[in-house]
């Protein structure tokens, strides 16, 4: 996307079906957006929402979970994950696994797919462009976590096993890297099954952390 290309004739805030001037909540600055690639758009007619997914990889056998390392935020924790891409996916779950086949190497099954659930959700009011929206969908992958990790050289630093005793008794640290509470407590949810838990952050935004699967 780039802002640096001749404005439209016609603007009406708010309405991304109408015009392409949209609001950036971070700089309080109105800007405008045109896609360059020579695919097709990504992004639905209309959209007023950034939509993303990430997968939590849970090894029960190994009591283990996926984590990676972005290589621009090397100084956090993340779980494997992007944007909603609608020529891509079909919905948000697709989303988690195309991502962790991108950035790791590690090949969902369908049927681990098919009986994975959502732990978590953040939404992000406040995000640049656009209001944002994030599931976490849990995978219970036992057994596979011996299988060889393959990061995408080119957006990831480092993909590693870590042992889930350790993500849970994190306190928003570990191994001298950030691990987000929401990472911590979407395991949780995939452990324990403790339903629906509304929590509002700082950043201004709320945490509704599932174990039931609602999109299949």
């Not at 097709?40 to 950034?50: K, L, S, V, W």
């Not at 997968?55 to 009591?63: E, S, V």
């Not at 001298?176 to 099954?193: F, N, T």
């Not at 950043?203 to 174990?211: D, G, Q």
């Amino acid at each position: 996307c780039s802002s640096d290309l001749l404005l439209p004739d016609h603007f009406e805030v708010g309405r991304p079906d109408r015009s392409n001037l949209t609001p950036d909540y971070q700089t309080n600055m109105l800007k405008t957006w045109v896609w360059l690639s020579q695919e097709p758009c990504a992004i639905p007619p209309g959209a007023t929402h950034n939509v993303g997914a990430c997968a939590l990889l849970i090894d029960r056998t190994a009591k283990k979970v996926l984590l990676v390392v972005p290589k621009n935020r090397q100084e956090a924790y993340n779980l494997p994950g992007g944007n909603f891409d609608l020529t891509k996916d079909r919905i948000p779950r697709d989303t988690a696994v195309r991502e962790t086949l991108e950035e790791t190497g590690m090949k969902i099954s369908k049927e681990t797919q098919e009986a994975g659930f959502i732990s978590g959700l953040v939404e992000f009011p406040k995000n640049q462009m656009a209001k944002a929206i994030n599931f976490t969908h849990a995978f219970f992958v036992d057994g596979q976590s011996q299988q060889p990790l393959q990061p995408d050289e080119g957006e990831i630093h480092s993909a590693q096993w870590i042992k889930i005793s350790d993500v849970l008794a994190s306190n928003g640290t570990l191994n001298g890297k950030k691990l987000s509470k929401e990472i911590s407590s979407a395991v949780r949810v995939a452990l324990k099954d403790s339903g629906f838990h509304p929590v509002v952050k700082d950043r201004k935004s709320t945490r509704l952390n599932s174990s039931h699967q609602i999109i299949s």
